[in-house]
């Protein structure tokens, strides 16, 4: 069974930069596609952003193309989200999540494992 670790979470003024990151553990063969959701007060869980190993592969939200980064330590079984130029609606609870499969689906059901998420709160 894979565990899935957030930390990173905090709270930042708009326009200011947090980085997430995710460690997965439990299981020799780390998930193929690893990758990050958030859940605003009120709101459904979205997908923001994910990257597959074999091969290469990220996605990402229209709304933090340009603003947030996704990038893989494999050594490391680590997801980080570099976040920059942060926007007050971008606060939410920020979730790891990870499958075994290849693709990048936006659905929360796709994916098997998920962390405990981290909360991200930008003040206007």
């Known amino acids: 069974q894979v565990q899935l670790a957030e930390s990173g979470g905090g709270l930042v003024p708009a326009g200011g930069s947090l980085r997430l990151s995710c460690v997965a553990s439990g299981r020799t063969v780390m998930p193929n596609t690893m990758g990050w959701f958030r859940q605003a007060p009120g709101k459904e869980r979205e997908f923001v952003a994910a990257?597959?190993?074999?091969?290469?592969?990220?996605k990402a939200k229209d709304s933090v193309k340009g603003r947030f980064t996704i990038s893989r330590d494999n050594a490391k079984n680590t997801v980080y989200l570099q976040m920059d130029s942060l926007l007050p609606d971008d606060t939410g609870v920020y979730y790891c999540a990870a499958r075994d499969a290849t693709a990048i689906p936006l659905t929360m059901n796709a994916y098997n494992y998920w962390g405990q998420g981290t909360q991200v709160t930008v003040s206007s």
């Open positions: 990257m597959s190993r074999i091969p290469t592969f990220t």
